[in-house]
T-cell receptor, first 112, second 112 residues
Framework: NAGVTQTPKFQVLKTGQSMTLQCAQD?????MYWYRQDPGMGLRLIYY???????DKGEVPNGYNVSRLNKREFSLRLESAAPSQTSVYFC???????????FGPGTRLLVL | GDSVTQMEGPVTLSEEAFLTINCTYT??????LFWYVQYPGEGLQLLLK?????DKGSNKGFEATYRKETTSFHLEKGSVQVSDSAVYFC???????????FGQGTTLQVKP
């Protein structure tokens, strides 16, 4: 039981490049989330998926897109990376939107 | 809107000292409250939670009590260890939307 896994662990991009961050959970959870963590700002919600087949914007969705591929997987895509998207990205999952969220190990992204 | 405020860090303590990290919240309705811990280079781990007023969450010697009258959820530990050095995040879960709102985090450094 690996919990929530994320790939890659670390990535360097040039401005304008695109990439997809992958997230998978093996806890049979219905809800999944993407957060970014910036120094002194805690974690901020980018997008979430309350259940398979649905996605909704969070607090800071601009510049990102998401896909809930199936119940297990939820990906985050940066179409044209910007230096302001340099951050640590965390995926989380929960049984339902009112339940405890469990986090993955994070992806550290540097945009030059 | 809903928000969480934590005491600013860093907090530096000697081993076996008493720890308090203050957390206050603003929210409509009756949110659940959480403490997450992030060890260096790792993701967030759930430390403890409380789902209603006067509940006490506890884990690994840490405790926090949900105080609705003072809108607080302060984290305490009677005797800290070097291994407790980490960043601690207080968070609330909105009961209506299921969105997790984080404080900015408090860094704890415990010296031998």
């Amino acid at each position: 039981n690996a919990g929530v896994t994320q790939t890659p662990k670390f990535q360097v991009l040039k401005t304008g490049q695109s990439m997809t961050l992958q997230c998978a959970q093996d806890m049979n959870h219905n809800s999944m989330y993407w957060y970014r963590q910036d120094p002194g700002m805690g974690l901020r919600l980018i997008y979430y998926s309350a259940s398979e087949g649905t996605t909704d914007k969070g607090e800071v969705p601009n510049g990102y897109n998401v896909s809930r591929l199936n119940k297990r997987e939820f990906s985050l895509r940066l179409e044209s990376a910007a230096p302001s998207q340099t951050s640590v990205y965390f995926c989380a999952s929960s049984a339902g939107t009112k339940e405890t969220q469990y986090f993955g190990p994070g992806t550290r992204l540097l945009v030059l | 809107g809903d928000s969480v405020t934590q005491m600013e860090g860093p907090v530096t303590l000697s081993e076996e000292a008493f720890l308090t990290i203050n957390c206050t919240y603003t929210a409509t309705g009756y949110p659940s409250l959480f403490w997450y811990v992030q060890y260096p280079g790792e993701g967030l781990q759930l430390l403890l939670k409380a789902t209603k007023a006067d509940d006490k969450g506890s884990n690994k010697g840490f405790e926090a009590t949900y105080r609705k009258e003072t809108t607080s959820f302060h984290l305490e530990k009677g005797s800290v260890q070097v291994s407790d050095s980490a960043v601690y995040f207080c968070a609330l879960l909105r009961s209506n939307t299921g969105k997790l709102i984080f404080g900015q985090g408090t860094t704890l450094q415990v010296k031998p």
